[in-house]
T-cell receptor
Framework: GAVVSQHPSWVICKSGTSVKIECRSL??????MFWYRQFPKKSLMLMAT?????????EQGVEKDKFLINHASLTLSTLTVTSAHPEDSSFYICSARDWLAGGLRTDTQYFGPGTRLTVL | QKEVEQNSGPLSVPEGAIASLNCTYSDRGSQSFFWYRQYSGKSPELIMFIYSNGDKEDGRFTAQLNKASQYVSLLIRDSQPSDSATYLC??????????FGTGTRLKVLA
């Protein structure tokens, strides 16, 4: 099956610093990746859609200057949380779109293991 | 507003029973539907997808889709305590983005 990795799996940082999270599709090329955040006992909230070679599309209410997304290659997207504050503490999860999952033309998202961010 | 709705649960079933998880959606244009399992503190894991009316079976899991009723379900046969998790239903929204439900928490009692 399709494998997506994320790094780091957890990070603790001081308020005001920036944190970069990497998302990689390991065995398939992903022209589109997605970034979600999830608060405890809540559902996934889509933050942005990351397209290889173009600017990310952010969901309403998500600050694009705070959450910088770069999709530099077909297997790598990065999310940088700039000037992080305690309210940015959350579980960040990326997914990669495989439109040819299992040989069938069905868009399928495969999720990375997530990054738990704690801002002190 | 396009929505996918799920009962939050918890749904409790005894070990060995059939667990039935349900999902309704509002967008008639949704083409494909996905079931993910999410253990506490972990990311979602794909169980299966379905895009044709009817049933689709994969091991102990059966997904059912009824587009006329805008209804998707997931049946888990011979439920095990290891199946205890939150199950997320998602549908495509006309683009390649998903609309996720809020999830149903399943508890399988040993």
């Amino acid at each position: 099956g399709a494998v997506v990795s994320q790094h780091p799996s957890w990070v603790i940082c001081k308020s005001g610093t920036s944190v970069k999270i990497e998302c990689r599709s390991l065995d398939f090329q992903a022209t589109t990746m997605f970034w979600y955040r999830q608060f405890p006992k809540k559902s996934l909230m889509l933050m942005a859609t990351s397209n290889e070679g173009s600017k990310a599309t952010y969901e309403q209410g998500v600050e694009k200057d705070k959450f910088l997304i770069n999709h530099a290659s077909l297997t790598l997207s990065t999310l940088t949380v700039t000037s992080a504050h305690p309210e940015d503490s959350s579980f960040y999860i990326c997914s990669a779109r495989d439109w040819l999952a299992g040989g069938l033309r069905t868009d399928t998202q495969y999720f990375g293991p997530g990054t738990r961010l704690t801002v002190l | 507003q396009k929505e996918v709705e799920q009962n939050s649960g918890p749904l409790s079933v005894p070990e060995g029973a059939i667990a039935s998880l349900n999902c309704t959606y509002s967008d008639r244009g949704s083409q494909s539907f996905f079931w993910y399992r999410q253990y506490s503190g972990k990311s979602p894991e794909l169980i299966m997808f379905i895009y044709s009316n009817g049933d689709k079976e994969d091991g102990r899991f059966t997904a059912q889709l009824n587009k006329a009723s805008q209804y998707v379900s997931l049946l888990i046969r011979d439920s095990q305590p290891s199946d205890s998790a939150t199950y997320l239903c998602a549908g495509t929204s006309g683009t390649y983005k998903y609309i996720f439900g809020t999830g149903t928490r399943l508890k399988v009692l040993a």
